[in-house]
């Protein structure tokens, strides 16, 4: 594949992965679900694998075609914003396992993961609310 074809795919990946909203809530608050387009690294940078963050029936899950994890969010012992990097969320499993997370906007531009971190920490008491 040229240097152009998989620019062209890549664009064209995003562009689809962008048209599905940025957050959606559930319908109810009971279940929430909810969906970032973001990219994942067990470094802390930026990683090139993009994909959806995804949190539902209770599991905080990252797809792409390079990379996919999940883990409950009853076993995530720490969800913040990285030391490293203020555009990093990190996400801490209990078992000591490390993911660095980057959420993209719109442009695809790397925004803070503010309220990505907020919205897991809200998970993780219960208390997720339809607003965003």
């Known amino acids: 594949m040229t240097r152009f074809a998989q620019m062209f795919t890549r664009i064209a990946v995003a562009m689809l992965i962008v048209a599905a909203p940025q957050v959606a809530?559930?319908?109810?608050?009971?279940?929430?679900s909810l969906t970032w387009l973001a990219a994942s690294s067990p470094e802390p940078t930026i990683s090139t694998a993009w994909g959806r963050l995804t949190?539902?029936?209770g599991v905080l899950a990252f797809r792409s075609s390079d990379s996919e994890w999940d883990v409950p969010v009853s076993e995530i012992r720490r969800a913040a914003i990285s030391e490293s990097s203020d555009r990093l969320m990190i996400i801490?499993?209990?078992?000591?396992?490390?993911?660095?997370?980057?959420?993209?906007?719109?442009?695809?531009?790397v925004e803070s993961?503010?309220?990505?971190v907020d919205m897991i920490q809200r998970a993780q008491r219960g208390t997720v609310s339809r607003r965003y």
Do not use: N
């Open 113 to 116: 993961p503010k309220k990505a």
């Open 25 to 32: 809530a559930a319908q109810t608050a009971d279940s929430p």
């Open 92 to 109: 801490e499993r209990a078992d000591g396992s490390v993911f660095y997370v980057a959420i993209f906007g719109t442009g695809m531009i």
């Open 55 to 57: 949190m539902k029936q």
